[in-house]
């Protein structure tokens, strides 16, 4: 008997095992690939909240890490040429600790992450179990979850179980928490990997400019992370809104002038193609039951903006351990004391990123996910910066972006006030009801321009 089973070792399936062993439990990993991080996409990008959460990340040495300094953002026009660009560094105002405000990024592969965190889990205490999938949940006589079931027909108790298996979660189906997500709550991500000619060659092309998105030309939103020697370009979108085969956008993004130019400076040659299942909710459901509760993408975490996952899911992981060795010393794993687990996500930064959940994931949706919005957007962004060029008088230039301004009124005004006006109201702690005179100020654009005689 297991005081804890946790399924799947990915870095919130890791963390919560190495927080459960050290409080004491007796904590079981299961791990579907034949070693962790076997069965994951390409690469992904850690944020620094992780290097303030967790102590032990300051021991992070793997071959493919790269740290990205700087972020630059293209748009780019139907005809996939760059019309606007824009590069930023950590704000060193805005930051409120030392990583933050070095970098944005550190980036890798999760075939090397996720086995130097399930290390850090064993080296704990905790028992890792690989080649393994849980098909089913057991339950004792009451009808409540009392262990798991394998595909090899093992039956192995446990008094909690811990679901970190991802978007299509085993745990939270049998568990009764959850069927299925609907088209609109999880995305379909798809990307190829490339591995360039060598590390100094992307040190001398790249260096700390490590992450590019691609913005604009008819796909949504693409990025492209590098790593120590290589990249992968990728993109993705809602299963509901897809209009052709993902990868036909993937292509297109992978024509646009500057991806191309990129990938003949570094000498990169075509690896791999992923794809895999992302949740990217407005909020998360229900996370817990008698003897359950649900982690990172199975529990709906990642972020609402850009849906970062690392840092929710070893985090939740961590909470979840915690509570865990609270209801066990309680000898109490029913629902009711498991409610802990959702008031203390509530109340962590996991909590406040998501009080905005639904204004965040609708101005994501509705402008890099949303080519025909980037079309003007894009354009108006380079009118902007339009008056800092020598070729009038710049007076002129500020006069003229005023009448595009007033011109554009009809497309820009509505998406402020539907996409913008309700995140800074959430931002700001205001009610929309007291940003009526903005509202109102905005909707004075949407006026039909008087016919010049």
Not at 256 to 264: A, D, N, Q, S, Y
Not at 317 to 346: C, H, M, P, R
Not at 367 to 382: D, I
Not at 401 to 414: G, T
Request: with cysteine.
């Amino acid at each position: 008997m297991y005081d804890v089973i946790i399924v799947g070792a990915g870095p919130g399936g890791s963390v919560c095992g190495k927080t459960a062993a050290e409080a004491g439990l007796k904590a079981l990993i299961l791990e579907r690939g034949s070693y962790p991080g076997a069965k994951n996409a390409s690469g992904c990008a850690l944020s620094p909240k992780l290097w303030r959460d967790f102590e032990f990340m300051k021991d992070l040495d793997v071959p493919s890490q790269r740290t990205c300094r700087i972020h630059t953002s293209h748009f780019v026009d139907e005809n996939l040429r760059e019309e606007f660009a824009f590069s930023q560094t950590p704000s060193k105002r805005l930051n409120t600790y030392k990583e933050a405000k070095e970098f944005f990024t550190v980036n890798l592969y999760r075939s090397e992450f996720d086995p130097w965190l399930a290390k850090l889990a064993e080296e704990a205490g905790a028992e890792l179990q690989t080649s393994t999938t849980v098909v089913d949940l057991s339950r004792n006589d009451k009808g409540k979850v009392d262990g798991v079931i394998t595909d090899k027909d093992e039956r192995i108790k446990g008094k909690i179980i811990i679901g970190a298996d991802g978007a299509w979660s085993i745990v939270a189906k049998r568990a009764g928490i959850r069927a299925k997500w609907q088209k609109d709550e999880v995305t379909l991500v798809v990307s190829y990997d490339f591995k360039c000619e060598s590390k100094q060659l992307v040190d001398d092309i790249i260096g700390d400019n490590a992450i590019h998105t691609w913005l604009g030309g008819g796909f949504p939103g693409a990025y492209q992370f590098f790593k120590a020697d290589g990249f992968h370009l990728g993109l993705g979108d809602w299963l509901s809104n897809w209009d052709k085969n993902p990868r036909t956008h993937l292509e297109t993004a992978l024509k646009v002038e500057g991806v191309r130019k990129l990938i003949k400076l570094t000498k990169a040659k075509f690896r791999e193609f992923h794809a895999h299942l992302l949740p990217w909710l407005k909020y998360p459901g229900k996370t817990y039951t008698d003897n359950v509760m649900l982690i990172g993408d199975a529990a709906g975490f990642p972020c609402p903006l850009e849906a970062e996952g690392i840092w929710y899911a070893m985090y939740s992981g961590q909470i979840a351990a915690q509570i865990a060795k609270k209801a066990i010393d309680a000898n109490d794993t029913s629902k009711v004391f498991l409610k802990q687990y959702e008031d203390a996500w509530k109340e962590s930064e996991i909590g406040v990123e998501f009080e905005a959940g639904p204004e965040l994931q609708e101005f994501w949706a509705n402008l890099p996910f949303a080519p025909q919005n980037m079309a003007w957007f894009s354009q108006l962004m380079n009118d902007n910066y339009a008056i800092f060029t020598t070729g009038e008088a710049h007076i002129t230039y500020f006069r003229r972006f005023q009448e595009l301004l007033i011109d554009q009124a009809e497309v820009i005004a509505p998406f402020v006030i539907r996409y913008m006006l309700p995140l800074f109201g959430k931002a700001f702690k205001q009610p929309l009801s007291d940003m009526k005179t903005v509202q109102q100020m905005m909707k004075q654009f949407t006026k039909p321009k008087k016919k010049k005689k």
